[in-house]
């Protein structure tokens, strides 16, 4: 078992750009890492607090996580933090080392992890 991370920025708490966003993120942990929606055991998403239009599992779900555990929660608040964030936290049923996971941080996200950006 193994974990992945990933993060993304929306422009506008909206249904559409947080689906639209959640869904690009995962698709784009799933190709990066060579996994399958069957390898994922379970999904923990957090949101800024200025996120509150859906859950982003529910892109999650529309995309075919059913049988995978999901869950949402407030990211914690620090006074100048990243704002319209969403983070994902992948727990993976795969024989992968953990130094060979390619966590995914796109858009604004980008920002928070520079030491293991890739380019996309």
Do not use: W
């Amino acid at each position: 078992m193994f974990t992945i991370r990933g993060a993304t920025t929306v422009e506008r708490d909206c249904e559409e750009d947080i689906n639209s966003a959640v869904k690009e993120m995962i698709a784009l942990i799933l190709k990066e890492n060579n996994i399958t929606i069957d390898d994922v055991i379970s999904i923990i998403f957090s949101c800024t607090r200025d996120l509150k239009s859906c859950y982003p599992a529910k892109a999650a779900r529309e995309m075919g996580f059913v049988r995978s555990g999901l869950m949402c929660f407030n990211e914690m608040y620090v006074d100048g933090s990243l704002k319209r964030c969403i983070r994902v936290l992948f727990f993976i049923d795969k024989s992968v080392k953990q130094k060979d996971a390619k966590h995914i941080y796109l858009r604004g996200a980008a920002n928070l992890r520079p030491d293991i950006l890739k380019d996309f």
